[in-house]
């Protein structure tokens, strides 16, 4: 497949991508060609990793970009892994230029709880 243009650029949840491949494949239902390869993979995937519905996972990211060191690349890999623990979450963080301290942990921590 050639890609002509981008016509937006936007992060989405595991949560969120599944409930887009969802509507595809009901769209494709009625055509007589099956699904390619690449796309059922891709299904199979999300359906496997996405841990909430669309809603819950896109109210967890806008939770979690309230607070100050959380940037929106990192809201989303925290609503798609939901780490438990504090060595989960610095796994995260890992490649970050900074690190957090055990109160900014406890926080990002309490809102994956709640989400």
């Not at 929106?72 to 609503?79: D, L, Y």
Request: hydrophobic share 45%.
């Amino acid at each position: 497949m050639i890609v002509k243009n981008v016509l937006k650029d936007e992060l989405l949840t595991i949560a969120e991508v599944n409930a887009l491949l969802k509507e595809i494949r009901e769209r494709r239902s009625g055509e007589a060609e099956e699904l390619g390869y690449e796309l059922r993979r891709a299904m199979r995937h999300a359906e496997l990793f996405s841990h909430s519905t669309p809603e819950e996972s896109r109210q967890l990211v806008e939770a979690l970009l309230a607070l100050e060191k959380v940037t929106p690349e990192i809201a989303v890999k925290i609503a798609d892994l939901r780490p438990m623990t504090r060595d989960e979450l610095r796994a995260i963080y890992a490649k970050e230029k900074f690190s957090l301290t055990e109160e900014e942990l406890d926080a990002i921590l309490d809102i994956v709880r709640r989400g």
